[in-house]
């Protein structure tokens, strides 16, 4: 039996990284896609577990040989998935996660147009800008700059399958779950309510 491939992308403030995190420890079915990175291992990192850590040259030689599922730069270094790994843990029947943003999800709907594609939404601009302020000691600018940022990520959700508003964490955790274990349907992109709340959150 084939296996599937999730992705998972949000704006920045949405509370992504804890579900994901939590989605991982509820479905132990499921694993992470290990990304390709030129940046440099933190300390408690283990290349092939965390990260293949790879050098800028190496990366752009894969660039250019087209073995990515997708990548982006991001600051001063490279990310990526590895399009042959992929697809033999899918053909094996893993059920793999990716974490990644609109960008890198598009890249992979070209690829892997049969990956299922979940976007998740905060409730409120005030809870976007509130999660925004909460993580961060950053100045009023940058925060501004980086919820101008979020929004314009907002904007894309209607390229995914499915959307999971994160109001009450448990609620949305239970939504994932639903969505990753083949019971999603109710959770389209498509429902009405996701236009309505959309239209707000772009204002």
Not at 84 to 101: N, V
Not at 161 to 178: I, P, W
Not at 184 to 197: D, F, K, S
């Amino acid at each position: 039996m084939p296996g599937q491939l999730h992705v998972i992308a949000a704006p920045s403030g949405a509370g992504k990284t804890s579900l994901v995190k939590a989605l991982m420890a509820r479905e132990p079915g499921l694993r992470f896609s290990v990304s390709y990175t030129t940046r440099k291992p933190r300390p408690a990192e283990v290349d092939g577990r965390d990260y293949h850590f790879i050098t800028p040259a190496e990366f752009e030689r894969m660039i250019a040989a087209g073995e990515f599922l997708e990548h982006a730069r991001v600051f001063d270094n490279y990310y990526g998935t590895g399009l042959a790994a992929t697809r033999a843990a899918l053909a094996a029947g893993e059920r793999l996660l990716l974490e990644i943003d609109w960008q890198g999800a598009r890249q992979v709907r070209s690829k892997l147009p049969e990956a299922e594609m979940i976007f998740i939404l905060p409730p409120s601009r005030a809870s976007l800008e509130e999660r925004l302020r909460a993580r961060s000691t950053d100045s009023d600018a940058v925060i501004r700059r980086r919820l101008q940022d979020s929004v314009g990520d907002l904007a894309h959700w209607r390229e995914f399958d499915y959307v999971v508003v994160n109001d009450r964490f448990e609620t949305a955790l239970g939504e994932l779950a639903a969505i990753v274990g083949g019971a999603g349907a109710a959770l389209r992109a498509g429902r009405p309510e996701i236009a309505v709340l959309a239209k707000q959150l772009l204002g």
